[in-house]
């Protein structure tokens, strides 16, 4: 991770607080997760399950991203050859 990168996740993070129950951040001067507060355990195990898709996808997304990335380096790299 670059310095800017870390910097910016320190100031950022600071504010948040991981909640225990989804595993995903929250501000801290809340008493209670906004995320997953009034979900029942089902719910919960629904939405979580739509989260790691979402994660999933978005992996696949910046995959996609940089095969084309390196395509067109390529092909630029090519174009001045």
């Given at each position: ?14 504010k948040l ?25 089902q719910q919960?195990?629904?939405f979580k ?33």
């Amino acid at each position: 991770m670059s310095m800017g990168v870390n910097t910016i996740w320190r100031g950022k993070s600071s504010k948040l607080q991981r909640c225990k129950r989804c595993e995903r951040h929250f501000a801290k001067d809340l008493d209670n997760c906004t995320h997953c507060s009034e979900l029942n355990e089902q719910q919960l195990i629904a939405f979580k399950a739509d989260y790691e898709k979402q994660l999933e996808s978005n992996a696949s997304l910046g995959r996609y991203l940089l095969i084309s990335a390196i395509f067109i380096a390529g092909l630029l790299l090519v174009s001045f050859l």
